[in-house]
């Protein structure tokens, strides 16, 4: 049986008079997909920046590959938990080529060079290392971030609506190469949209 890769109880954030997470519990095996379904405003995204360390829930337990990363008392900096994120906008740095913005995230004593090569083959773009985000489609962006992501070897993958910007033509073929790079890499991932479609097609549960 697999390991429990992330697990959270009671998650709960306000933001002034708004309850955006009420009492979230959830429990993901390594290697699993799940999709946050839901319309705008239900609390999704907020659920993914509290399992990212980008807010502090004001109550809940958050334990990622075995270690508590968020509870009372305690709170672990999104840089020490282990996570990859891709946000909505991917979030690339215009000023650095393709290779300084998968590399940017790598610590020290890792071969940047030759993890860099890596995760761009993984995700299909071996030849790009020296291209600038202007000069790459949408699609490209998306394969770029989703490198970045990878490239520490986290122990989960967060993606925000991460076809919501592809033309609605792109978007099928993007979805199916996303999940075959994400399965390939062995990633446990939890990824936010409001498309029934697209959650089914990716995850293996739907909360």
Do not use: W
Not at 35 to 61: I, M, N, Q, V
Not at 62 to 70: A, H, L, R
Not at 79 to 93: D, I, K, P, T, W
Not at 185 to 197: M, S, Y
Request: net charge neutral; hydrophobic share 40%; proline share 5%.
């Amino acid at each position: 049986m697999s390991s429990t890769a992330i697990r959270c109880e009671g998650l709960s954030k306000q933001f002034g008079e708004v309850r955006a997470v009420d009492g979230v519990n959830l429990s993901l095996r390594t290697g699993q997909f799940l999709a946050l379904l839901g319309p705008s405003g239900c609390g999704k995204t907020t659920t993914l920046r509290l399992l990212a360390g980008f807010e502090a829930p004001d109550e809940g337990r958050i334990d990622i590959g075995g270690q508590v990363v968020s509870s009372e008392g305690k709170f672990v900096p999104p840089e020490r938990r282990s996570v990859g994120m891709v946000f909505q906008e991917y979030a690339l740095f215009p000023h650095m080529t393709v290779a300084d913005n998968v590399a940017y995230g790598l610590g020290r004593g890792i071969d940047k060079k030759k993890r860099v090569a890596e995760v761009l083959a993984l995700v299909g773009l071996p030849d790009l290392q020296k291209r600038m985000p202007h000069e790459l489609s949408g699609g490209q962006q998306q394969r770029v971030a989703l490198a970045r992501a990878l490239a520490p070897n986290p122990q989960l993958i967060l993606l925000d609506e991460p076809f919501s910007n592809l033309d609605a033509g792109l978007r099928t073929q993007i979805r199916a190469e996303v999940r075959q790079i994400l399965r390939k890499a062995h990633a446990t991932v939890i990824f936010v949209t409001h498309d029934q479609e697209e959650a089914l097609s990716l995850a293996d549960e739907v909360a």
